[in-house]
């Protein structure tokens, strides 16, 4: 069966550094154009200062010490719409918005494990999903140690929020928070192989299977371009 244009067009806009509330706001934008019409699935890709993330079913339990606390060794706490728990970004981390339109949020997420098993694969991890074991095992996991997030949000059918994993990150501030829930070790591509890994090559290639993955090719879109196509704001993109 012939796949239709709008599933061809898979942009993929690659923003570096930027802040976790900036990029909060933006994906809001592009989430208002995708469901206009304006623009196509469109993967964003970044990275994050220092910060813990709660999500709708995070607990208190999770983040054990005061914000003070937290605060003091250079990380904020947000709250955010997505679904899961809490979960920590960072340098060396590799996150992704994948701004898409779909009927199933659910199938949404199995795709990206699909996306980030693949890629990991091409570095030399092998890793696993763990589906049967319930929503707190969602994700990516080498063994028993969890190497990549997952936490989504779907209104009107286009979905925010997305992936984040871990490349080549200081791994201390995870044991600082009790992660998605579970008291799981965190581990990364480097801590796995011994070897920092090329985050631009790795970000490519997470590309690469993303558009794959939706029957398309990554269309690079610069931050100058997709900011043309949706509604202006003085929200910095690189």
Same mark, same amino acid.
């Given at each position: ?176 928070? $009790?992660?998605?829930?579970?008291? *799981?070790?965190?581990?990364?591509? &480097? =801590? %796995?192989?011994?070897? /920092?890994?090329? #985050? ?5 290639? $997470?590309?690469?299977?993303?558009? *794959?993955?939706?029957?398309?090719? &990554? =269309? %690079?879109?610069?931050? /100058?371009?997709? #900011? ?11």
């Amino acid at each position: 069966m012939a796949m239709s244009d709008e599933a061809r067009e898979c942009s993929v806009v690659e923003l570096g550094r930027l802040d976790y509330r900036e990029a909060n706001q933006l994906q809001e934008r592009v989430r208002d154009a995708r469901e206009a019409g304006e623009i196509g699935d469109t993967l964003l890709l970044l990275e994050h200062d220092p910060v813990y993330t709660r999500g709708r079913r995070s607990s208190p339990q999770e983040l054990p010490q005061e914000a003070a606390w937290y605060a003091d060794r250079g990380i904020e706490i947000v709250d955010v719409d997505r679904g899961g728990r809490v979960t920590y970004h960072a340098p060396g981390q590799l996150v992704g918005y994948p701004i898409v339109k779909t009927a199933d949020v659910v199938a949404h997420v199995r795709s990206l494990e699909l996306v980030i098993i693949a890629a990991l694969a091409s570095v030399g991890v092998e890793s696993r999903a763990r589906v049967d074991e319930g929503a707190d095992f969602t994700g990516v996991w080498v063994e028993e140690r969890k190497i990549a997030s997952i936490g989504v949000h779907m209104r009107r059918s286009i979905t925010t929020h997305g992936f984040a994993i871990n490349l080549n990150m200081d791994l201390e501030p995870w044991q600082w928070i $009790v992660p998605c829930g579970l008291q *799981a070790p965190i581990t990364s591509v &480097a =801590a %796995e192989t011994g070897t /920092e890994v090329d #985050a631009d090559a790795f970000a490519a290639e $997470v590309s690469r299977v993303w558009a *794959a993955e939706r029957g398309g090719s &990554a =269309a %690079e879109l610069s931050g /100058e371009r997709l #900011a043309a196509l949706i509604a202006p704001t003085d929200t910095p993109l690189a």
